[in-house]
T-cell receptor, first 113, second 112 residues
Framework: AQSVTQLGSHVSVSEGALVLLRCNYSSSVPPYLFWYVQYPNQGLQLLLKYTTGATLVKGINGFEAEFKKSETSFHLTKPSAHMSDAAEYFCAVSDRSNYQLIWGAGTKLIIKP | EPEVTQTPSHQVTQMGQEVILRCVPI?????FYWYRQILGQKVEFLVSFYNNEISEKSEIFDDQFSVERPDGSNFTLKIRSTKLEDSAMYFC??????????FGQGTRLTVV
């Protein structure tokens, strides 16, 4: 069965610093890959996705992620953190034939002033 | 912009009572899902629904749970006899083939 691992339940960065949130998946066949963001007391919003094509994908709010097949990774980055980025970030994958999402445990991003 | 709508946003119910959580998916979407998130834990898949029937369900989705799409627009999740451990945020999602799932804002279910 597929699984998703997000390294670090909490990541703390200073405002203006690089954000790096890690995601690894277990699958022999590259799945569809997603990052969702959840602000406090809100629903899940898609940040970006990888389905096919260019392995570096850009999303909303200045985030991007790179699919690395050899590392089975899909890490999320943002060059310069903003206070408004404080939220919980979830990596998710879905099988290319079955679109059910398998979720990572989430990483809470904390931004220090 | 089309969106997935869930009602109510918060429901409090007594243990043993039945609850129905309602969702209106995006109108031209084909796949429908329920997920849940127990406070402080990861999001978990409950069930997927396609072509008017359940296509996948997790081990969480036992006989106490059922889903229905009664009128072509609403998509409901029923819990027959709620338990304390059913307290969670329940998310409805819908998608077209091969695209991302769009999520509703969630219904926070509190069982007391």
């Amino acid at each position: 069965a597929q699984s998703v691992t997000q390294l670090g339940s909490h990541v703390s960065v200073s405002e203006g610093a690089l954000v790096l949130l890690r995601c690894n998946y277990s699958s022999s066949v590259p799945p569809y890959l997603f990052w969702y963001v959840q602000y406090p007391n809100q629903g899940l919003q898609l940040l970006l996705k990888y389905t096919t094509g260019a392995t570096l994908v850009k999303g909303i709010n200045g985030f991007e992620a790179e699919f690395k097949k050899s590392e089975t990774s899909f890490h999320l980055t943002k060059p310069s953190a903003h206070m408004s980025d404080a939220a919980e970030y979830f990596c998710a994958v879905s099988d290319r034939s079955n679109y059910q999402l398998i979720w990572g445990a989430g990483t809470k991003l904390i931004i220090k002033p | 912009e089309p969106e997935v709508t869930q009602t109510p946003s918060h429901q409090v119910t007594q243990m043993g009572q039945e609850v129905i959580l309602r969702c209106v998916p995006i109108s031209n979407h084909l796949y429908f899902y329920w997920y849940r998130q127990i406070l402080g834990q990861k999001v978990e898949f409950l069930v997927s629904f396609y072509n008017n029937e359940i296509s996948e369900k997790s081990e969480i989705f036992d006989d106490q749970f059922s889903v229905e799409r009664p009128d072509g627009s609403n998509f409901t999740l029923k819990i027959r006899s709620t338990k304390l451990e059913d307290s969670a945020m329940y998310f409805c999602a819908s998608q077209m083939t091969g695209t991302e799932a769009f999520f509703g804002q969630g219904t926070r279910l509190t069982v007391v």
